[in-house]
């Protein structure tokens, strides 16, 4: 299970039960294969992840892994935090998705498409510039550099993005201290 709650009365999967049936038999009728992965359903084409569905605490939400490339005439898809390939489009009720049933098909459908192109987004590494303070970190501290460069680029840009919030300059050094072991044992800011 992803969370604490799942499968337990607490889990927030209750709370958008109509919803996630209407929106799980939609995607069982596109083709696509449905497979468990991060203990969520994503629906699949030639192997390759096209569709999730999933629940946030206050919504579910269908998640098109290359939503970047939809065309999105309805202007209903929002990017998924700091993700920048993958869109999401949120539900509250069932009215929403029986009245945008044809127009979340045609994006099922453009989604299908885009991935048997196989086309790809393109992304842009380490979109934030790095922090002054990181770099004089990195530089003073070999072992920290090293470790930070071994990361996955989407870790780096995780702690780019944490370690530029702050505007004192002594916030950005602490939080940079304080997830140095992190850092040094590979792990993200997320893991």
Not at 96 to 123: C, M, P, W
Not at 133 to 154: I, M, N, Q, R, V
């Amino acid at each position: 299970m992803r969370c604490k709650y799942g499968a337990t009365p607490q889990c927030k999967v209750h709370t958008w039960h109509d919803e996630l049936v209407l929106l799980r038999a939609l995607l069982q009728s596109t083709g696509l294969i449905e497979e468990i992965k991060w203990g969520s359903p994503v629906y699949t084409i030639n192997g390759k992840n096209v569709i999730s569905l999933g629940v946030l605490k206050d919504s579910c939400v269908l998640g098109f892994f290359k939503g970047a490339l939809l065309s999105d005439p309805q202007q209903i898809l929002e990017q998924q935090g700091n993700i920048q390939a993958a869109r999401i489009i949120r539900f509250t009720d069932t009215e929403k998705i029986q009245r945008l049933e044809k127009s979340i098909r045609e994006y099922i459908s453009e989604a299908i498409d885009f991935e048997l192109q196989g086309l790809k987004v393109q992304t842009v590494k380490n979109p934030e510039p790095m922090p002054e303070e990181l770099l004089a970190t990195l530089e003073a501290d070999p072992e920290l550099k090293t470790a930070f460069y071994a990361l996955t680029p989407g870790r780096q840009r995780g702690y780019i993005i944490h370690f530029s919030q702050p505007k004192q300059a002594q916030t950005r050094f602490s939080r940079i201290a304080k997830h140095r072991e992190r850092i040094l044992q590979g792990l993200g800011f997320h893991d």
